[in-house]
């Protein structure tokens, strides 16, 4: 299964959906799918890129 940011073309450049149209996909308000967003990247980052840098 492909992640929806991925699918939907959220992180194509240019962008070939919104966060609006990304949120709609889940019926949730676009702030909340950039928040939902940023945790997930965060976590990405934090567990692949530098997973001895996370908070205790």
Do not use: Q, W
Request: net charge negative; hydrophobic share 40%; aromatic share 8%.
């Amino acid at each position: 299964m492909r992640p929806a940011a991925v699918e939907t073309g959220y992180l194509d450049i240019p962008r070939s959906c919104s966060l609006a149209e990304l949120g709609d996909r889940f019926d949730i308000s676009p702030n909340a799918a950039f928040e939902r967003f940023r945790r997930g990247v965060k976590a990405l980052v934090e567990n692949t890129v530098h997973p001895d840098d996370r908070a205790s």
